[in-house]
């Protein structure tokens, strides 16, 4: 059987029955597939995504009644609420909290779970300032030591606060002895305190290694909440976010911490995290040992026993993309042990199955952070997603990233994010944003039901795998340096990404093992290894593996001995970095091999015969096997046939909620087998029952295809017509600042200008507000300001209906041509706090002036893209564009049309005379855009986003006259930018800061958004 992946977008169903099982998270998990399949079609919102909602503005009831509404109308079932620089709104202030309180109201009248983000921006761990002010010994003393390696004593020795003299192999620590003037090799050490950041509030970043700095954040940003919130905290607030906390080069508790350890002083060893010489490699080894620990022990331990002290599910993510590099942390599935609900992020839309470094595509982060939630117990795994990938993501974009989180293990999203509005520097913070802000917002639940779908069955029954990868943790850390580049290190991370992305590929099912976590959830029982909840009968070294954990060693050697199967494409024989000979003994064992080869487990068998980019997930339940499958590709299709345990076969459709029995796959012998075929971008998935008693009460699947179906002849003409009004982004300018006029600025150059001509860099990017010491510079009596922005206007006389669009209209006094206007009362095109003129009366062909001015500088003055907006087209020119008379449009791209910087939705329309007989399609020739809508007779009939770009209307059209229509939706990407920078989907705030000046209209770049050539109507006898 072949299923057409664009008619079964399916996923699963249901939550908390009475069969269920309580994990260590407090989250239910039910074993019963069948009490899951009947909350499948309506998830609770626990499953459903749950967006950053991005306090960055002066955020008001007004704001949290509009977003949260919307929220809940596309389909999210809670939010993170996130402070981020641009917040006017002061951080864990009484206002703060009048907020936070009536926006957890909000929430909890309209079903919405509510969770609390622990930091004023990110990194988690200083509280937006707080804890350096109320505990200055979290970052008062080094954190880095900086060494300088001399052959002759300085004259003063006062800036070291170590001095070692190398003698032979080793270093004496000449600290403190009277001076020596001796030649020699010397290593002096200054004490290094870390800058102060803007973007922490004007301090340096806190040492989380240092005993006491986690408590005291937790004190200072829990406690308010604690106080404020009472009973709710664990109930409505379900738990809290860390975003990327880390750890320093060095803490003044390491040597103390590494002699308990090691029972030695570390000091004279220091220079061997740079030389390669003695026992380089085993001091490195215990100094990144010794480090992963006090991160654990001073950050991880007091976060996991507050949280479960509080009933709260504690989740987020670490910088957990860098690894081999060390610099941020040693060993992610470490501290991943110690979360109610471990998390990542994914960021971008570059798709990288190759770099040990990638984001999206990168397989070992994903299933680092399933395996650890398996070996744990926990039910949930978040993925923070999305971030970054610029304006012009799709919805195919947008599933085709989900899709392949989830097979690989995430089941609860976090999308970045939604900020409660886009004006001046914050439009360039990592876009897309999930707001109505965007053009396709309306069509969004679609998504988000099909992500919840996902959500529910892949967090319930089992994943059980049988084979345990052991990662390269140790090893890594006998080589890296916080400071020096060891080629090796590198050498190492590609060669284990290669063996994770390889076995993926093949489908083969397993685990990754963290040597931490295999230390503290370790054992061997009837030959199997044990860790955790899980145990596996195969384990596999990696290659470049060189050293294990003495735990490690004894439980492989005590597994192989019990008939345990170990893989070893490596033979390390270091243990803590000394040779051992219980290693070199244990790889002649005869169940030890070589070679790769990977015995079935009887659950599955998947044939690939077109590859594409397939992922795919199994999971057990008491009464059978749910197998999701998703192909990541964009280009090439995935087909071949599946076989599973199992007495039949149901298909999940996770974009309608339905379930279907399909009659055509085989059972025999106890298993099921059947055929996929997913297109790119498709997915795929289904239940196989352990009885087909419950079988038969299903509606039989009906494989619906479009194959031999023929166009049917339209009654009218292709309508095509824009659904809202022309927009011209005017992103140049001239800024007169107290008399002195810069022209044709870029207006994010402009905006720099203005800010460093007052001292204040720019308050709004980059930098967060400690306290109220942004908006409180805002007493300026001077600072003559005038902002002037340019439009050509020809070959028209009524100009009546173009308004001008600006942001912050409070703040300037507005001229069009001379003449002052003032703005529209309740009007606030593209973002809340707009303001929007009618100043079609004062244009004139030619060239049109637009000021704006103020009088004092105001810390709120921000200069930014400004815009006309009307019944108009535009024509390129050799400086930019012209306003011309409104023209009609066609098939093609917009941007030839005079539509270069339109972003919302284009209808195109046609009559059909439908005959009664047959079943009817809608396909799309070629187009580009984010998603289109359907519409049969002015009713919504779906959407169309992935392949093979076909709907089928059968249901919605009836016989006769009926009238046809296909909205393409594009996106802010041609309205905002960047257009002077190529998109290859990682967009950071710096993408707009290029030094663009004024230029032909040909050098823009901009989609070309359209349908090429309208769409058919297709039927089939």
């Not at 010994?137 to 880095?144: D, I, L, R």
């Not at 397939?614 to 749910?626: N, T």
């Not at 510079?777 to 922005?789: E, Q």
């Not at 594009?970 to 800061?993: E, I, T, V």
Request: charged content about 25%; some cysteine; glycine content about 10%.
């Amino acid at each position: 059987m072949k299923i057409r992946i664009s008619v079964l977008l399916i996923a699963a169903a249901a939550l908390l029955s009475a069969s269920g099982t309580k994990t260590p998270s407090g989250q239910d998990r039910t074993q019963v597939f069948s009490s899951v399949a009947k909350r499948f079609a309506e998830p609770g919102n626990e499953f459903r995504p749950a967006p950053f909602w991005v306090w960055n503005g002066n955020v008001t009831r007004e704001d949290a009644d509009r977003m949260l509404e919307d929220f809940k109308e596309q389909g999210f079932g809670g939010v993170f609420i996130h402070p981020r620089p641009g917040m006017e709104t002061i951080y864990l202030s009484d206002e703060w909290f009048d907020l936070w309180l009536y926006s957890l109201e909000k929430c909890r009248q309209l079903g919405l779970e509510t969770w609390i983000y622990d930091e004023n921006s990110y990194p988690s761990g200083f509280a937006g300032g707080h804890v350096q002010t109320d505990w200055p010994e979290s970052w008062n003393h080094p954190t880095e030591l900086e060494p300088t390696v001399t052959e002759k004593l300085p004259e003063d020795l006062s800036p070291y606060c170590i001095c070692l003299k190398q003698e032979g192999e080793s270093f004496r620590d000449i600290t403190g002895e009277p001076r020596t003037d001796d030649p020699g090799r010397y290593y002096l050490y200054k004490g290094i305190i870390p800058p102060s950041q803007r973007w922490l509030g004007g301090f340096p970043y806190v040492d989380l290694l240092y005993p006491g700095t986690t408590q005291h954040f937790i004190d200072i940003t829990m406690g308010p909440y604690k106080r404020e919130l009472g009973k709710e905290l664990g109930r409505s607030v379900k738990g809290s976010f860390t975003d990327e906390p880390h750890w320093q080069k060095w803490t003044p508790g390491m040597t103390e911490a590494f002699r308990d350890d090691w029972g030695y002083d570390l000091t004279t060893s220091l220079p061997l995290m740079k030389e390669e010489t003695g026992d380089w490699k085993q001091f490195r080894y215990r100094f990144h040992a010794t480090k992963l620990r006090l991160f654990i022990d001073n950050w991880s331990k007091p976060w996991n026993r507050y949280c479960e002290d509080n009933n709260l599910i504690w989740t987020g993510h670490y910088w957990e993309h860098e690894w081999p590099n060390l610099r941020n942390g040693g060993d992610n599935m470490a501290m991943y042990e110690y979360h109610q609900m471990p998390g990542i992020d994914m960021l971008f839309n570059v798709y990288d199955p190759v770099s040990p470094l990638a984001q999206w595509g990168n397989v070992r982060s994903v299933k680092e952070l399933r395996s650890a939630a398996n070996q744990t117990g926990q039910t949930r795994t978040l993925s923070e997603s999305y971030g970054g990938g610029g304006w012009d993501l799709t919805f195919q974009d947008f599933k085709r990233y989900a899709d392949w989180e989830y097979a690989l293990g995430v089941n609860f999203m976090c999308q970045h994010y939604s900020g409660v509005t886009i004006e001046g520097v914050r439009k360039f913070d990592y876009p897309d944003f999930f707001t109505r802000y965007s053009p396709w917002w309306s069509n969004y639940k679609v998504l988000n039901d099909h992500v919840a779908r996902l959500s529910l069955v892949l967090s319930q029954g089992e994943q059980r795998n049988d084979i345990l990868l052991i990662e390269p943790n140790s090893t890594v850390w006998m080589y890296a340096s916080h400071r020096y580049t060891q080629p090796r290190v590198m050498k190492i991370g590609k060669a284990f990404q290669s063996l994770v992305t390889s076995l993926n590929s093949d489908q083969v099912e397993f685990d990754h093992g963290s040597e931490t976590i295999i230390r503290n959830l370790g054992s061997v029982r009837d030959g199997r290894l044990v860790v955790g909840k899980r145990e596996y009968s195969t384990v596999i070294i990696p290659p470049m593996c060189e050293n294990l954990f003495p735990s490690t060693a004894a439980l492989l050697a005590d597994f192989a001995k019990n008939g345990g199967r170990i893989i070893a494409l490596s033979e390390p024989c270091l243990e803590d970095a000394v040779e051992s000979g219980r290693l070199r003994a244990l790889w002649q064992l005869p169940s030890v091999s070589r070679s790769l080869d990977i015995p079935g487990n009887g659950h599955i068998r998947i044939q690939q015969v077109e590859r594409g980019d397939l992922q795919h997930q199994r999971r057990e339940f008491s009464d059978g096997e749910l197998l999701f499958l998703a192909n990541s590709s964009l280009e090439k299709k995935a087909a071949g046939r599946v076989e599973l345990i199992g007495a039949g076969l149901e298909v999940l459709d996770t974009f309608t909620g339905e379930i279907f029995r399909d009659d055509h796959a085989l059972v025999s012998d106890g298993k099921v087998s059947f055929e996929y075929d997913l297109p790119p971008a498709g997915h795929l998935l289904v239940f196989a029952p352990r009885k087909g008693k419950g079988l038969k009460r299903l509606p039989a699947l009906q494989r619906v295809s479009s194959d031999g179906a023929v166009p049917l002849e339209p009654a009218s003409s292709l309508e095509v017509k824009r659904l809202e009004d022309n927009y011209l982004t005017l992103e140049f300018c001239d800024l007169t600042v107290d008399g002195k006029t810069t022209g044709d600025l870029f207006v994010a150059d402009a905006n720099l200008s203005l800010f460093d001509h007052f001292g204040w860099t720019d308050p709004w990017e980059k930098r967060v507000q400690y306290k109220d010491d942004i908006i409180a510079c805002d007493t300026l009596s001077t600072g003559d300001i005038t902002v002037t922005y340019r439009f050509e206007a020809k070959g028209g006389t009524d100009w009546s209906g173009l308004e001008f669009v600006c942001e912050k209209p409070r703040l300037w006094e507005v001229r069009i041509n001379g003449n002052e206007v003032l703005p529209m009362e309740g009007v606030h095109p593209l973002d809340s706090r707009n303001g929007c003129y009618a100043i079609g009366k004062h244009v004139r062909n030619g060239t049109n002036t637009i000021t704006l001015h103020r009088n004092p500088m105001s810390v709120y003055a921000e200069i930014s893209f400004a815009f006309i907006k009307g019944g108009f087209s535009v024509e390129p020119s050799d400086t930019g564009w012209t306003i011309v008379p409104a023209r009609e449009i066609g098939p093609g791209s917009w941007k030839d049309q005079g539509m270069p910087f339109y972003s919302w939705g284009v209808s195109y329309s046609q009559t059909f005379d439908v005959p009664a007989a047959g079943s009817k399609f809608l396909r799309l020739g070629g187009w580009n855009g984010t998603v289109c809508e359907v519409l049969v007779n002015g009713k919504k009939a779906g959407t169309i986003f992935a392949r093979p770009w076909e709907i089928d209307l059968s249901d919605a059209l009836k016989t006769g006259t009926n009238h046809v229509e296909v909205r393409c939706t594009g996106s802010l990407a041609n309205l905002y930018g960047p257009h002077f920078k190529p998109r290859y989907g990682k967009m950071c705030p710096n993408d707009w800061y290029t030094g663009a000046r004024p230029c032909a209209a040909s050098r823009y770049i901009l989609e070309d958004y359209g349908l090429d050539g309208g769409f058919s109507l297709l039927v089939k006898q």
